[in-house]
């Protein structure tokens, strides 16, 4: 196999007798020849023989001579070959894979995920996925930041309250994560500039097109901030190194989908939310899905942009963390991304005092026992700060048009799933 050409390259060794492997994607047996089309992770490529051809979804090795061929994926074609079964299925798969559109029921497809996910056009979503979360990585590394690996097991429900995962740990009661935001905050102490990229649970009832139980979160924190507005300079810059890395990594895939690539503006739109509430005539604390909806709209008509940051979020809707606005108190230096009708990034400046958190806690009636191991680095100094975390399943649904968030998702849990 380290001689193995994979199916994209077939054109850079015309003439040559090379060595291909994958699935039987799809095969034709007419009288006097059969065309085997094999399925590897970069394309498909067709191989001509007369003998007869193994099932669809075989596992095969194919050795020929690349020859071109209008009519074959990508121009050129193996001929004279010789085939060799490396595996084959036990079932027939729950549709035709070969189909341009799959021919199965979103619950079908998920029941199946295993095989259904071969399927070119539901492979895709992870692909653009993958290269989303490339460009992220990419983009903060080269801005001096620090990935880290936080745990996803912790010993308080303190943060999100009731809505979290209980779990035995060794007797004792534990949680899943629902952020790592304490741990980052923590380690920015350490790194100044860190980031993650890892799942959050979420322990809430929602049975919507737009909700996970499970999802991977894209989490990013950064000292010596001003305020709010250096964030949102660094997430403007992730956000844009994501969509180039998309066009680098999968733009056949974009392609495959119709996936209409946004440009991301040299500074992104930003309105305060008292604003918002007068363009969505509101007197809400926060933001409807149908809000959202009409200010993206605004936003593209106004500006020519498809995001929209909302700055000024009241501070009875943030959570105790969130450092308040110095000229509006009751207002946040908290902002929201949105991203064609859809809230796709929350975050904003964080209190950085140790003074300031019991103050906050205080206010809401919480002493600071429960927060011991969260307020331990407040207590040795840290620079003021902030962050932001964004949901990579909801970005690479809004990027696709994917009209349910669990077409973007490998093996999604939700209130009523938890298998495959």
Same mark, same amino acid.
């Given at each position: 196999?380290?001689?193995?050409?994979?199916?994209?390259?077939?054109?850079?060794?015309?003439?040559?007798?090379?060595?291909?492997?994958?699935?039987?994607?799809?095969?034709?047996?007419?009288?006097?020849?059969?065309?085997?089309?094999?399925?590897?992770?970069?394309?498909?490529?067709?191989?001509?023989?007369?003998?007869?051809?193994?099932?669809?979804?075989?596992?095969?090795?194919?050795?020929?001579?690349?020859?071109?061929?209008?009519?074959?994926?990508?121009?050129?074609?193996?001929?004279?070959?010789?085939?060799?079964?490396?595996?084959?299925?036990?079932?027939?798969?729950?549709?035709?894979?070969?189909?341009?559109?799959?021919?199965?029921?979103?619950?079908?497809?998920?029941?199946?995920?295993?095989?259904?996910?071969?399927?070119?056009?539901?492979?895709?979503?992870?692909?653009?996925?993958?290269?989303?979360?490339?460009?992220?990585?990419?983009?903060?590394?080269?801005?001096?930041?620090?990935?880290?690996?936080?745990?996803?097991?912790?010993?308080?429900?303190?943060?999100?309250?009731?809505?979290?995962?209980?779990?035995?740990?060794?007797?004792?009661?534990?949680?899943?994560?629902?952020?790592?935001?304490?741990?980052?905050?923590?380690?920015?102490?350490?790194?100044?500039?860190?980031?993650?990229?890892?799942?959050?649970?979420?322990?809430?009832?929602?049975?919507?097109?737009?909700?996970?139980?499970?999802?991977?979160?894209?989490?990013?924190?950064?000292?010596?901030?001003?305020?709010?507005?250096?964030?949102?300079?660094?997430?403007?810059?992730?956000?844009?190194?994501?969509?180039?890395?998309?066009?680098?990594? $999968? %733009?056949? /895939? &974009?392609?495959?989908? *119709?996936? +209409?690539?946004? !440009?991301?503006?040299?500074?992104?739109?930003?309105?305060?939310?008292?604003?918002?509430?007068?363009?969505?005539?509101?007197?809400?604390?926060?933001?409807?899905?149908?809000?959202?909806?009409?200010?993206?709209?605004?936003?593209?008509?106004?500006?020519?942009?498809?995001?929209?940051?909302?700055?000024?979020?009241?501070?009875?809707?943030?959570?105790?963390?969130?450092?308040?606005?110095?000229?509006?108190?009751?207002?946040?230096?908290?902002?929201?991304?949105?991203?064609?009708?859809?809230?796709?990034?929350?975050?904003?400046?964080?209190?950085?005092?140790?003074?300031?958190?019991? $103050? %906050?806690? /205080? &206010?809401?009636?919480? *002493?600071? +026992?429960?927060? !011991?191991?969260?307020?331990?680095?407040?207590?040795?100094?840290?620079?003021?700060?902030?962050?932001?975390?964004?949901?990579?399943?909801?970005?690479?649904?809004?990027?696709?048009?994917?009209?349910?968030?669990?077409?973007?998702?490998?093996?999604?849990?939700?209130?009523?799933?938890?298998?495959?």
């Amino acid at each position: 196999m380290i001689s193995r050409v994979m199916s994209a390259e077939l054109a850079e060794h015309a003439g040559q007798r090379v060595t291909i492997a994958g699935w039987v994607h799809r095969r034709r047996q007419l009288k006097s020849v059969s065309f085997l089309v094999v399925r590897d992770r970069t394309g498909l490529a067709q191989a001509v023989t007369a003998r007869d051809l193994p099932g669809e979804e075989s596992v095969v090795e194919v050795t020929g001579t690349v020859t071109a061929s209008p009519q074959a994926p990508g121009g050129f074609e193996l001929v004279a070959p010789e085939i060799e079964v490396l595996a084959e299925p036990c079932t027939a798969p729950p549709f035709d894979l070969y189909r341009p559109e799959p021919g199965a029921t979103l619950p079908t497809i998920l029941d199946h995920a295993p095989v259904a996910l071969r399927h070119p056009r539901l492979r895709a979503p992870l692909e653009i996925s993958a290269a989303s979360v490339a460009g992220f990585r990419e983009t903060l590394d080269g801005i001096g930041f620090t990935e880290i690996h936080t745990p996803k097991i912790v010993g308080s429900a303190t943060e999100s309250g009731a809505n979290v995962f209980g779990i035995d740990y060794f007797g004792r009661p534990a949680y899943l994560a629902q952020s790592p935001q304490f741990y980052k905050q923590a380690m920015v102490g350490v790194f100044e500039r860190v980031y993650e990229v890892g799942p959050v649970f979420r322990a809430e009832p929602h049975d919507t097109v737009r909700h996970l139980a499970q999802y991977t979160s894209l989490d990013a924190e950064l000292g010596f901030v001003r305020d709010h507005r250096d964030v949102m300079a660094v997430l403007r810059e992730a956000v844009a190194g994501m969509l180039e890395s998309v066009r680098r990594r $999968a %733009a056949s /895939a &974009a392609a495959l989908l *119709g996936a +209409e690539l946004p !440009e991301v503006p040299a500074e992104i739109p930003a309105i305060h939310f008292t604003e918002a509430q007068r363009l969505t005539s509101s007197s809400e604390p926060d933001l409807s899905p149908a809000q959202e909806r009409w200010l993206s709209e605004w936003a593209l008509r106004e500006h020519g942009s498809e995001f929209l940051f909302v700055t000024g979020y009241p501070m009875s809707k943030r959570p105790f963390y969130t450092h308040p606005d110095p000229a509006r108190p009751d207002h946040s230096n908290g902002f929201d991304l949105l991203f064609r009708g859809l809230e796709l990034v929350t975050g904003g400046q964080r209190l950085h005092a140790y003074a300031d958190y019991v $103050a %906050a806690l /205080a &206010a809401r009636g919480e *002493g600071t +026992e429960a927060y !011991e191991g969260y307020l331990q680095a407040f207590k040795y100094g840290m620079p003021p700060h902030g962050g932001f975390a964004l949901g990579l399943e909801r970005w690479t649904a809004r990027l696709t048009g994917a009209a349910n968030i669990r077409q973007t998702t490998a093996f999604p849990r939700d209130l009523h799933r938890l298998s495959p």
